[in-house]
């Protein structure tokens, strides 16, 4: 055991210095040189100010801009900080729901939204993206069906016709990647940003 | 299931398998000490690092010095990073200024990435500084993974050799396989990974003003250089607590088609070392074989599983599969496909919840990890884990025509058979001994989030994956408690040196046996026959072994949900 300290001991400091810090350290400046943009996280301004993150989903409310997919997130509760309180789309705290496919609480959650989206668009048909949590709580996109799900409610609230808007979800509608890759989705904070800057309420 | 999917399965297959010679080859060069590509370049920091630590390349050591010099370098690692993550609130590189690690978090924690097991008991994001994550997690995960081959590298010696007395230098091997194989992949990778999107900065968490005009914090830091190594080392980690299903962590389609590839490649590569290192080509691909058959198997039930949706969506009248859990951008395929892989391999990183995956979809990932993570596996460990069941599947074939069995020109004897059952056998003693404790302790019971069967695959699924150094989880279970962080821990280093140390001694006794020449009477160990009596094996004993575990859990689950029954908390 002893004959063998120097070489562990020598070995292990100085390996953790090539991969713990020459590595990352070198790493982080060649990103920042060869892809400034995204190495800080895909951030998105308008008129100067950070809106948002290109990759990451935030929390839409209002009825005029479509709403991405349910969030599972937490936050500390201020009163309580043993406790947590609901924050969707939290993007310091990653994390899905967590439920199990015969839990009675996820039943509940889907039934609940399903008779929402139900209300706001009687008649269609609800796509599954709608009423499921994402793995991450932080999921940019949504499904084109899921997009055009809301187009009736978001063209009332904005007044404009829903084929203007169904036009502006098909603009921004992405394939699979070579055709072949992921899914279909549509990216939502992208989405908001373009009914913002096109179709004004 | 579309033809869609079937074809993102077959273009994966198709990657993995393409790569398997060429890096194989580079491989075999470099632990055989031959001159490659990056010699010129990274030759003198080798013979450096030899020399500032009074290491001589050419000298070799038996089995017991292998190990003895491994456990050495690892318990040096696990207090290491123990006081790191203790102190981390008074270590610089803390921009969000996350408070010291709890003792037992920081206990499992280390226990956790030692092991290459990379079980997140921590919450990534939420707890840990960019220096912890860095010099801590980043750094581990080269080293676990360098051990991982470099055992790895040393049992197929033991095969590959005649009556030697060593195995190989476990410092040759570990610098050998960091330096020449890990770090200059990794840095490639990363690179291609921050083209996709995955942050790379120093920088604090980032203020948005969202669209509605309240605040979003975004937290970021250097995450791709880990990512790379987390992926390609089989470790699993996140630097995020949604680990690869963050939009960070996993922002492409093609970035999740890369990360399935990184996860396989190194294990499967290691197949075809193992032929080119016993002479035989022919070998590794039979051993790849067995194991292509087994991945197949588990892809096509936990995708037509997903695809097929929960009772609970399908009873609301929801087509379009099992989304709960789900990233959009990976849709059913490719997160069927990922979970499969990563407890194929060891890896453990998840790019969906597997604890909201359907009871069948999540049943696969559970025996993945139960037969000891022999599909391609983790990096070197999965190689190692296949070699034991080699031992015993040849053990049974001798059995059955009553002569002394043989694998590569080696009798396989009493001692080796009576090791590579005892490292298999440690494996259920901590997967199912400690479920048990953890069903009747109260301690234990209030880990589940879930209700009824639900919540025994969490327990079930927790110290499976702890034990076979996976990482992955049925995130759900509260596994942050000192009751969890203990046990787990103690799983998770007892699976991975109780295989080890058997593993070592196979070698040892191996390398000193002489090879005796082929017969008539030989069975061949390179075709159709040996593949099918291999697979048997592993089903017979990991099924046996774990089916009445998984009656309780999974299976009943699936049972109840079709008949429509649900299962509330608290009632």
């Known amino acids: 055991m002893l004959a063998s300290l120097r070489p562990a001991l020598v070995l292990f400091v100085a390996l953790t210095a090539i991969t713990g810090l020459a590595y990352p350290l070198a790493m982080t400046g060649l990103a920042a040189a060869i892809f400034p943009a995204k190495a800080a ?35 500390a509760d201020p009163a309580d900080a043993s406790k947590t309180v609901p924050a969707p789309y939290n993007a310091s705290n990653s994390a899905g729901s967590n439920l199990g496919p015969t839990s009675a609480a996820l039943a509940e959650r889907v039934k609940g939204d399903l008779d929402v989206l139900r209300a706001e668009n009687p008649g269609a048909m609800v796509p599954v993206d709608l009423v499921t949590a994402s793995g991450s709580g932080l999921d940019p996109d949504l499904s084109p069906e899921a997009a055009l799900f809301q187009v009736p409610r978001v063209a009332r609230a904005r007044g404009v016709s829903a084929d203007r808007v169904r036009d502006l979800v098909a603009e921004q509608v992405e394939g699979r ?22 179709l004004r309420q | 299931m579309t033809i869609n999917g079937w074809i993102q399965v077959a273009l994966f297959c198709a990657t993995v398998l393409a790569l398997v010679r060429p890096l194989g080859g580079y491989m075999t060069r470099v632990f055989k000490g031959e001159r490659t590509l990056l010699s010129p370049t990274l030759g003198p920091v080798e013979t450096g690092l030899y020399r500032l630590a009074g290491i001589d390349a050419r000298s070799e050591q038996s089995w017991l010095g292998y190990g003895l010099a491994m456990l050495t370098f690892h318990a040096l690692g696990f207090v290491a990073l123990y006081g790191l993550l203790r102190l981390q609130d008074v270590l610089p590189l803390n921009p969000a200024g996350q408070a010291a690690v709890a003792p037992d978090l920081a ?81 490639l990778y990363t690179l291609v990974l921050v083209s996709q999107g995955i942050p790379q900065t120093l920088g604090a968490s980032i203020q948005a003003t969202t669209l509605e005009g309240t605040t979003q914090t975004i937290a970021v830091g250097p995450v791709a250089s880990q990512v790379a ?8 980690g996140g630097f995020f607590n949604a680990n690869a299903a963050h939009p960070f962590e996993n922002p492409t389609a093609l970035s ?41 198997a588990g892809v096509l039930v936990t995708y037509a599983s997903e695809a097929a949706g929960s009772s609970v969506l399908n009873g609301m009248g929801f087509t ?79 059995l059955m025509v009553g002569r002394t069995p043989e694998y590569l020109g080696k009798k396989i004897e009493s001692r080796e058979v009576k090791m590579a059952m005892l490292a298999i056998l440690c494996l259920p003693l901590m997967m199912l001994g400690f479920t048990a404790l953890a069903t009747v302790v109260a301690a234990g019971l209030a880990g589940p989030a879930n209700a009824g069967p639900h919540g025994f695959s969490e327990i079930l699924y927790a110290f499976t994956s702890a034990a076979a150094n996976n990482g992955s989880a049925f995130g759900g279970l509260s596994g942050n408690t000192p009751f969890y962080n203990t046990t787990l821990a103690i799983g998770m280093l007892v699976g991975r040196f109780f295989v080890i140390i058997p593993a070592l001694a196979i070698a040892g006794a191996l390398a000193a046996k002489k090879t005796v020449p082929a017969s008539a009477g030989t069975l061949p160990t390179h075709g159709g026959l040996f593949i099918g009596m291999l697979v048997g094996v592993i089903l017979i004993v990991g099924g046996l072994t774990f089916f009445p575990s998984l009656a309780l859990g999974p299976i009943v689950e699936h049972l109840a949900g079709t008949a429509g029954q649900t299962f509330a908390t608290g009632g």
Request: contains cysteine; proline residues 2%; glycine residues 14%.
């Open chain 1, 41 to 75: 996280g895909s951030l998105i301004r308008r008129d100067g100010t950070i809106v948002g993150s290109s990759l990451v989903g935030q929390s839409f409310a209002s009825p005029g801009y479509f709403h991405g997919r349910p969030s599972a997130t937490v936050a």
């Open chain 1, 177 to 198: 990647t070579f055709g072949l890759l992921g899914e279909p989705r549509v990216n939502v904070l992208a989405l908001n940003l373009a009914l913002d800057a096109r």
């Open chain 2, 107 to 187: 206990f499992n924690t280390a226990a956790s990435f030692v092991t290459n097991t990379n079980w997140q008991n921590y919450g990534g994001e939420s707890t840990l500084s960019y220096l912890s994550q860095m010099l801590g997690l980043t750094h581990q995960n080269f080293l676990s993974a360098a051990t991982g081959i470099a055992l790895a590298l040393a049992l197929v010696r033991g095969f590959s050799r005649a009556s030697a007395r060593t195995v190989g230098s476990f410092w040759v091997d570990l610098t050998r396989c960091t330096l020449y194989v890990l770090l200059p992949i990794c840095v």
């Open chain 2, 229 to 236: 190594i987390k992926m390609l080392g089989t470790n699993g």
């Open chain 2, 256 to 296: 999740n088609f890369f990360q399935m590839v990184s996860i396989f490649v190194l294990g499967a590569a290691m197949t075809n070392v193992f032929g080119r290192m016993v002479g035989d080509e022919r070998q590794g691909w039979a051993i790849l074989g067995a194991m292509g058959v087994l991945f197949l």
């Open chain 2, 320 to 398: 379009g599969g099992n989304m709960e859990g789900k990233e959009l951008r990976f849709g059913i395929v490719a997160s069927a496909l990922f979970a499969v892989v990563t407890t194929a391999a060891s890896c453990g990183a998840v790019n969906a919840m597997h604890d909201s995956f359907t009871a069948l979809g999540g049943l696969i990932p559970m025996i993945n990890m139960q037969l000891g993570e022999i599909i391609v596996g983790g990096v070197g460990a999965g190689l190692y884990g296949m070699l034991v069941f080699v031992i015993v599947a040849i053990f049974v074939a001798g």
